[in-house]
Every structure is written in C-alpha cells, then in structure tokens.
Nanobody, 123 residues
C-alpha cells in the first residue's frame, strides 16, 4: 500500500485541523493504521492508531482527549482530527500501516511510510 498524507498547515494555538492519509493499492481495509509525527531534531513519535475496521483506537498520552483518529475504508482514507492544538504539536505528520501486534507504538512496527504533511502551531 502507498500512503500520502495531506491537509497540514499553519494554525494558531487552541485551533483545530484535520489531516488525511489516502492509500492506494490493495488490502487497505484489512490493515490497522497509525499516525506519527516528527518535530525538527526529534525522533519520530507515535500519535494514534485505528484498527482495520475502525472500531478500536489508541493514542499517545500527549494527544489523548484532543486528537481523534478515524477511517473510511470506502475512501481508502485515514483521518486525524486535531483540536486544542499547542505549539508542541508542531511537526511533520506521517501515516503508516501497522505491521506487528495491536498496541504497538514503535515506528519499526509500522511500514509503508508515505510523505508527511507539515503542521505548524503558532503561539
């Protein structure tokens, strides 16, 4: 599966933004998906994941209660709805497919990384 994230931009602190990840190729609907982010000079970090059917999710503590991950398998798309944004949320956001066990948070457990989308939150 090939992935392409989009929808990033410049947002003021406290604002909201939705980013999307569109997949091409086979078997998108059978794969759990995740969002990661990477700020300049920092390691890539887990943000959220959604099960292949969309019914189960888990989040990083830093975004829990503010971000929501969802998916539409008919559109081959995964979404990340981000509310109450903070300057610390500034990063390039990437989507990826889960390759190992449900609950994984390490980037090495995910694959098919696509090009990310930049989110900048101004204070």
């Amino acid at each position: 599966v090939q992935l392409q994230a989009s929808g990033g931009g410049l947002v003021q602190a406290g604002g909201s933004l939705n980013v999307s990840c569109t997949a091409s190729g086979r078997a998108f609907g059978g794969v759990s998906m995740g969002w990661f982010r990477q700020a300049p000079g920092k390691e890539r970090e887990f943000v959220a994941a959604v099960s292949w059917g969309g019914g189960y999710t888990y989040y990083a503590d830093s975004v829990k209660g503010r971000f929501t991950i969802s998916r539409d398998n008919d559109k081959n798309t995964v979404y990340l709805t981000m509310n109450s944004l903070k300057p610390d949320d500034t990063a390039v956001y990437y989507c990826a497919a889960l390759r190992t066990a449900w609950g994984a948070r390490n980037p090495v457990d995910f694959g098919s990384w696509g090009r990310g989308t930049q989110l900048t939150v101004s204070s």
